[in-house]
């Protein structure tokens, strides 16, 4: 069974910075590519970004354009989240997704594997 562990969340001041971590572990993990997503109270599970594990192809969301990056490391089935310029309506648990096969990648059915999620809130 595969599990995602995120890590990094924290309580931030606006303009400040963050960075998300999912580690995988269980069996050998090959997906076609991994995603961040994030809910705040009372909203739907939102696309926040994805890569391709082999070809590192980024997807982005309008909202978090030019502020967040991903990426990863291969060798340590780890993904990343940095985060830059956070706003208060960056607040939400972000969780990390895994997908094994194609599928649309800014969909939470795109994704076959999710971790607990970890808590990013910004204050103003």
């Known amino acids: 069974q595969v599990q995602l562990v995120e890590s990094g969340g924290g309580l931030v001041q606006a303009g400040g910075s963050l960075r998300l971590s999912c580690a995988v572990s269980g069996r050998t993990f090959s997906p076609y590519a991994m995603g961040w997503f994030r809910q705040a109270p009372g909203k739907e599970r939102e696309f926040v970004s994805a890569i391709r594990w082999y070809g590192a192809t980024e997807y982005y969301a309008d909202s978090v354009k030019g502020r967040f990056t991903i990426s990863r490391d291969v060798a340590k089935s780890t993904v990343y989240l940095q985060m830059y310029g956070l706003k208060p309506e960056d607040t939400a648990v972000y969780y990390c997704?895994?997908?094994?096969?194609?599928?649309?990648?800014?969909?939470?059915?795109?994704?076959?594997?999710w971790g607990q999620g970890t808590q990013v809130a910004v204050s103003s």
């Open positions: 997704a895994a997908g094994l096969v194609p599928r649309t990648l800014n969909q939470v059915n795109g994704y076959d594997y």
